[in-house]
């Protein structure tokens, strides 16, 4: 019962959001309406809960296209309302550096590939303002990096150094990160970092590209382990649900399970894919027609829904990660001692400013007390 994410059990704003998630499929938007239509709704707590996950947008176009905008009082409206038309902008603005960009690559014959909202916006979403964006994600073949590099300090992009001296000594950095005014790049050359619990065979993504995107296969793929890989820093944003089932349902007949079943065996990622399949298939009647089975699978499924049972309650804390913290396996590839104790107390001190405000919800004693386990690990 403790892994359950017992859904019968929520609040009425956690049902809200629960359904909203689902608000794709019609059952679940039919559902919604409902449950908007027939109980009070602390809209202030709903809002500030959305913006949080990326979800402010969702519910603005949802109350609007049924024509219940009604059941939210002026001043809450006028919040989601002015929030939807703030992500409008931003999100135009992004996307028209992101062409700018795929234009002077292709001109220099190199190929790019969007990732998650830089794919979302320009391939999937008919409203772009459903889509907050904090960067542009790109991913480059390994060959072409140093061309990549130079066309983006051309176009006035700064790289942005790695969170640490150690993690660039050490090829830590799965991608780079460049700023210009309002636009971030993160220029991958791997769907995960080198130190990540799941690893995948990058060349087999580029040989199965569409066009100028991934697959649908593989952006499915790179969307579940984006997620389990986030949750083992605590930053997960619903949102990504919302991407996730929309995707899924929209293309659901034309998805490629078997490559999706057989990809994840051959990668070891089933314990990364499977666990959201399945919650998806049950908790908001998508068909998945593939079932992974992997050694601690079930653990794997429970520990998923208890995560996410906690996010939507706002009980982080009690959130389940993997054993393995980040920190403890980068510290596995930092060879030296004293750069591993150097390492340490550089994410407890950050230098760079950009990485400060990046990662401002990270206090000292947070910090202090992930360090301390990661301690008690390599002891």
């Known amino acids: 019962m ?3 994410s017992e859904i019968e059990n929520f609040s009425i704003d956690e049902k809200l959001i629960f359904l909203l998630i689902g608000s794709s499929i019609e059952k679940h938007d039919f559902a919604l309406k409902n449950h908007i239509e027939t109980n009070s709704v602390d809209w202030e707590k709903i809002i500030l809960f959305c913006s949080e996950h990326g979800l402010t947008s969702i519910l603005y176009k949802y109350l609007k296209s049924r024509n219940i905008t009604n059941l939210i009082d002026n001043v809450n409206l006028e919040k989601i309302k002015s929030y939807y038309y703030y992500t409008l902008k931003n999100t135009v603005v992004k996307q028209e550096y992101f062409n700018k960009i795929q234009k002077v690559f292709s001109e220099s014959h190199i190929e790019i590939l969007p990732l998650k909202g830089s794919y979302l916006i320009n391939n999937h979403y008919d409203d772009v303002g459903l889509r907050p964006m904090s960067d542009i994600d790109i991913l480059i073949e390994e060959n072409n990096l140093l061309k990549a590099k130079q066309i983006l300090y051309n176009l006035g992009y700064t790289l942005i150094p790695a969170r640490t001296s150690i993690e660039e000594k050490y090829g830590l950095q799965y991608n780079l990160q460049f700023s210009k005014k309002d636009s971030f790049i993160e220029l991958h050359r791997n769907i995960t970092p080198p130190y990540s619990n799941y690893n995948l065979n990058i060349d087999e993504f580029w ?14 793929i790179h969307f579940c382990v984006h997620y389990n890989f986030n949750v083992n820093n605590r930053l997960v944003r619903l949102g990504w649900f919302y991407d996730i089932i929309s995707v899924i349902s929209k293309n659901e007949t034309v998805i490629d399970w078997k490559y ?6 051959k990668n070891n990622l089933i314990n990364a894919v499977n666990p959201i399949l399945k919650f998806l298939n049950k908790n908001y009647n998508i068909n998945i027609p593939i079932n992974l089975k ?5 653990e794997y499924e429970k520990r998923f829904n208890h995560n996410f049972s906690c996010v939507l309650k706002k009980e982080n804390s009690k959130m389940i990660v993997e054993k393995n913290l980040n920190y403890s396996l980068k510290l596995k590839l930092i060879t030296k001692w004293i750069d591993k104790i150097r390492y340490l107390f ?3 001190f950050p230098q760079k400013k950009y990485m400060v405000y990046k990662h401002k919800k990270f ?11 990661v301690f008690q690990k390599i002891n």
Do not use: P, T, V
């Not at 040989?207 to 499915?220: A, G, T, V, W």
């Not at 999706?260 to 065996?265: A, K």
């Not at 992997?294 to 079930?298: G, K, P, T, V, Y």
């Not at 206090?363 to 386990?373: A, D, P």
């Open 260 to 265: 999706i079943s057989e990809f994840c065996i």
């Open 346 to 348: 550089q994410l407890i």
């Open 294 to 298: 992997a050694i601690n699978s079930e």
């Open 2 to 4: 403790y892994y359950n």
């Open 207 to 220: 040989k199965r590209k569409d066009k100028s995107n991934l697959s649908i296969e593989n952006h499915i």
């Open 363 to 373: 206090i000292i004693n947070g910090y202090i007390k992930e360090l301390m386990s």
